[in-house]
């Protein structure tokens, strides 16, 4: 077991984990994170995507140990601490964004880096980032939408 300190969602975590443990799994097992959904395992649907020190990274590609030191953010880390929902989140409930829900928060954690991008979003980049993600219901035009309304209310959309 090897002894891993990193924060989540703002909380100081300190887990003792196996080396080949996944950092989804981690988030799942140890920490009880469960938002974060493990679809192909091959790094290739992105449901499992998390923030690790602000850029999105696939959480079954990356072991749990490489996570030491680092600052983690999961879906559970986006509503305020009394549950209210933030624009993006309520974006996509308002937009019907969420499909069947399991790779719901791979896109909000994807969807959320790039609305925090200092560039701005446009809608080739919006749907050149988003094509990374895979929804299983075919939901694509609802999930755009959603993210195209949060990014219009936050003040980052750019017309293309």
């Known amino acids: 077991m090897t002894e891993v300190r990193f ?8 887990v003792a984990v196996e080396p080949r443990l996944t950092l989804a799994d981690m988030l799942r097992e ?9 679809g192909c395992e091959h790094g290739v649907c992105g449901a499992c995507t998390v923030l690790m020190d602000g850029l999105p990274v696939r959480a079954c590609l990356v072991f749990g140990v490489q996570a030491e030191g680092a600052d983690i953010r999961t879906v559970e880390g986006l509503a305020a601490a009394d549950g209210t929902l933030n624009v993006l989140q309520h974006a996509f409930q308002a937009q019907h964004g969420l499909q069947c829900g399991f790779c719901t928060p791979g896109f909000l954690m994807l969807a959320t880096w790039l609305l925090e991008q200092k560039e701005g979003v446009d809608e080739a980049r919006l749907r050149e980032v988003l094509a990374s993600n895979l929804c299983r219901c075919t939901g694509y035009q609802n999930i755009l939408a959603a ?7 936050m003040g980052v959309w750019r017309e293309g």
Do not use: D, S
Not at 7 to 14: F, L
Not at 147 to 153: L, S, T
């Open 147 to 153: 993210v195209r309304v949060a990014a219009q209310e």
């Open 7 to 14: 924060t989540v969602n703002g909380t100081a975590q300190c």
């Open 30 to 38: 140890e920490c009880g994170l469960t938002g974060t959904h493990l």
